[in-house]
């Protein structure tokens, strides 16, 4: 089967740093999405990576390890702005859709 | 630039009433279209996706529809709708890999 796994919450501090983990099983892989999502609001592509290693974008990076099925996205000097949801997306293999982890609600705290 | 547009933002509707969403996509050609359905604090649930016009893969049976008549127009149907249709419809659309899918602004249904 097919399946991707985030922690369903997680709270952090405003200014600290916090790393959201997300594990797959999938038939093959052609890429690991991130996205953010506000309350209400559509989701907002923060990230991709297809091969292992750290891809970094300002305050945000994401990490792969494909042979581990392994990414996280770590986020640093987090903002109030930051809360939302965190969604995990695989790509399979000759395949135009994305199989999506259920997110990971992150709580900034003042 | 590419834009997506969808609309309406909110709709209520009572059950057994017919639906339809509208997505329409500027800025590119022959692109990947998906509709996705997220219930109130859940995961995205692929309902539709189409590679081109007329072409339409359901993923979820239900008594839900979608048509592409035009290359960069996607609709979401229902005949009757049912109290568990509820919930935020996205629309999406991708061309290449790299920049995975971009969602329209969302349709949040109620049905009553």
């Known amino acids: 089967g097919q399946n991707i796994d985030q922690p369903t919450e997680m709270t952090a501090t405003e200014g600290a740093i916090v790393q959201i983990n997300c594990t797959y099983q999938t038939s093959g892989f052609n890429g690991l999405f991130w996205y953010q999502q506000h309350a209400g609001e559509a989701p907002t592509f923060l990230s991709y990576n297809v091969l292992d290693g750290l891809e970094e974008k300002g305050r945000f990076s994401s990490f792969l390890s494909r042979s581990k099925g392994y990414s996280y996205l770590l986020l640093k000097e987090l903002q109030m702005k930051d809360s939302a949801s965190y969604l995990c997306?695989?790509?399979?293999?000759?395949?135009?859709?994305?199989?999506w982890g259920a997110g990971t609600k992150l709580i900034i705290k003042p | 630039s590419q834009t997506i547009h969808q609309w309406p933002a909110t709709l209520v509707q009572p059950v057994g009433s017919p639906l339809s969403l509208e997505c329409t996509v500027e800025?590119?050609?022959?692109?990947?279209l998906y509709w996705y359905r997220q219930a109130a604090g859940r995961g995205l649930q692929l309902l539709f996706y189409s590679v081109g016009i007329g072409q339409i893969s359901s993923e979820v049976p239900q008594n839900l529809s979608a048509s592409r008549p035009q290359d960069r127009q996607f609709i979401l149907s229902s005949k009757k709708l049912l109290l568990s249709d509820s919930g935020f419809y996205l629309c999406?659309?991708?061309?290449?890999?790299?920049?995975?899918?971009?969602f329209g602004s969302g349709t949040r249904l109620t049905v009553v």
């Open positions: 999406a659309w991708s061309v290449s890999s790299r920049n995975g899918y971009t």
């Open positions: 997306a695989v790509r399979p293999p000759s395949n135009y859709q994305l199989i």
């Open positions: 800025g590119t050609s022959n692109p990947n």
